[in-house]
Nanobody, 127 residues
């Protein structure tokens, strides 16, 4: 059983930046691919970015291309999401998730792939 705890969310002005962290415990972090998702009220959970267990490949949603960067530190059991040039439409609760590694890249955008989820951290971008 892996426990995931997100942190780093907050209120930021449009154009600003934030770095989210996701601390993992209770399992072998490097066994899992990791993903970031986000959700706003009344909408389905939306894929943001994912990274393989080794960090050699990452995947992103078109909406965050060039603005968000995913990384991981397996020695620290921590996943990161660096967000720059934030827009009001990035406002959401951001969740990290752990799941199996797969060679089928598009699978990483499916929330159903993931086994474990954090409780989420709120990101609010003001205009």
């Amino acid at each position: 059983q892996v426990q995931l705890v997100e942190s780093g969310g907050g209120l930021v002005q449009a154009g600003g930046s934030l770095r989210l962290s996701c601390a993992a415990s209770g399992g072998t972090f490097y066994n899992y691919a990791m993903g970031w998702f986000r959700q706003t009220p009344g909408k389905e959970r939306e894929f943001v970015m994912a990274i393989t267990w080794s960090g050699d490949r990452s995947y992103y949603a078109d909406s965050v291309k060039g603005r968000f960067t995913i990384s991981r530190d397996n020695a620290k059991n921590t996943l990161y999401l660096r967000m720059i040039s934030l827009k009001p439409e990035d406002t959401a609760v951001y969740y990290c998730a752990a799941g199996p590694n797969t060679s089928h890249g598009p699978s990483y955008s499916d929330p159903g792939l993931y086994y474990y989820w954090g409780q989420g951290t709120q990101v609010t971008v003001s205009s």
